[in-house]
């Protein structure tokens, strides 16, 4: 199960990355907002966040204007490794290198269909392990 949220500022990028888990059958739980109101970032990534260390989803998905905020708010909880990202390189290398569980992207920064690509590479990657896993180990402590 994919945990996705946004605010307002990543709405309507939120729901084109929804589309595109309802058309491929993938698995999701979305944490809001449901709308273009002005919601704080914060809340959003602090639910994200609780349903990915709790086990409840694997890992997130969290869209603001830039991406930045959401990071920045995603990587104060314990256990979150956050990447932001705007090239595939990035969203693939986090998750195989830095064992990433939540990748954020801007709605303002990139257009919807490289934002799928940087989806689909983010959640298709896997953990590489070997000399990455002291690396990541020593980023819990
Ligand atoms: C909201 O206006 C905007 O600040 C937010 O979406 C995000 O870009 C913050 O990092």
């Known amino acids: ?5 946004c605010d307002h500022g990543g709405f309507t990028l939120k ?5 595109y888990f309802d ?19 914060p809340d ?20 603001c204007g830039t991406g930045i905020g959401m990071s ?4 104060k909880i314990k256990g979150i490794r956050a990447a932001c990202c705007s090239d595939t390189f990035s969203a693939k290398l986090t998750k195989e290198h830095n064992d990433s569980n939540v ?14 690509m940087l989806v689909e590479n983010f959640l298709n990657a896997k953990f590489e392990g070997g000399r990455h896993l002291a690396r990541v180990e020593k980023l819990e402590k």
């Open 72 to 75: 920045i708010a995603a990587n």
């Open 15 to 19: 729901s084109t990355i929804i589309k």
């Open 103 to 116: 990748l954020c992207i801007g709605e303002r920064v990139v257009g919807q269909g490289l934002a799928i």
């Open 44 to 63: 959003i990534a602090q639910e994200v966040c609780k349903s990915i260390v709790s086990g409840e989803c694997e890992s997130g998905i969290l869209v």
């Open 23 to 41: 058309e491929n059958r993938i698995k999701y739980k979305d944490f809001g907002c449901f709308n273009t109101e002005s919601v704080d970032y």
């Open 1 to 5: 199960m994919i945990a996705i949220g």
